[in-house]
C-alpha cells in the first residue's frame, strides 16, 4: 500500500526557510507524479509544486522564485525547499502523488503545519 509520510514544517519569522521532507514506501516517486498542496484557513486548496517522473517541475505563480521541489531517488523521498517566506505561506502543507496516467491525486500525506510570523 503506497504511503506518504511527511516530516519538517513550524514555525519561522519572514523571510526564512524551511525545507518539508515526504517519505513514500510501498512505491517509487520516481515513477509517480509527486506534488506538495496547501491550504490555507478559509482558502482553497492550491497546488504549489509538482515533479512529474521524467523530473519536470512546475510550481505556483504564489511561490514561484521561492521553492524548490526536489527528489532523492535513493531515499525515495522528496523534498520542498522554501525560502524567503511569507505570512501569507502560513498553511497546512501535504505531500501528494499520482501515477502518471491519472488525473487526481489519491495519495496523501498527513499534512503539517507552517507558520510564518513575527
Known amino acids: 500500500q503506497e504511503q506518504l509520510a511527511q516530516s519538517g514544517g513550524g514555525s519561522v519569522q519572514p523571510g526564512g526557510s524551511l525545507r518539508l521532507s515526504c517519505a513514500a514506501s510501498?512505491?517509487?516517486?520516481?515513477?509517480?507524479?509527486m506534488g506538495w498542496f496547501r491550504q490555507a484557513p478559509g482558502k482553497r486548496r492550491e497546488l504549489i509544486a509538482s515533479?512529474?517522473?521524467?523530473?519536470?517541475?512546475h510550481y505556483a505563480d504564489s511561490v514561484k522564485g521561492r521553492v524548490t521541489i526536489s527528489r532523492d531517488n535513493a531515499e525515495n523521498t522528496i523534498y520542498l525547499q522554501m525560502n524567503n517566506l511569507k505570512p501569507e505561506d502560513t498553511a497546512v502543507y501535504s505531500c501528494?502523488?499520482?501515477?502518471?496516467?491519472?488525473?487526481?491525486?489519491?495519495?496523501w500525506g498527513q499534512g503539517t503545519q507552517v507558520t510564518v510570523s513575527s
Open positions: 501528494v502523488a499520482r501515477p502518471p496516467s491519472w488525473s487526481t491525486w489519491d495519495i
Open positions: 510501498g512505491m517509487r516517486v520516481s515513477d509517480y507524479v
Open positions: 515533479i512529474t517522473a521524467g523530473g519536470t517541475t
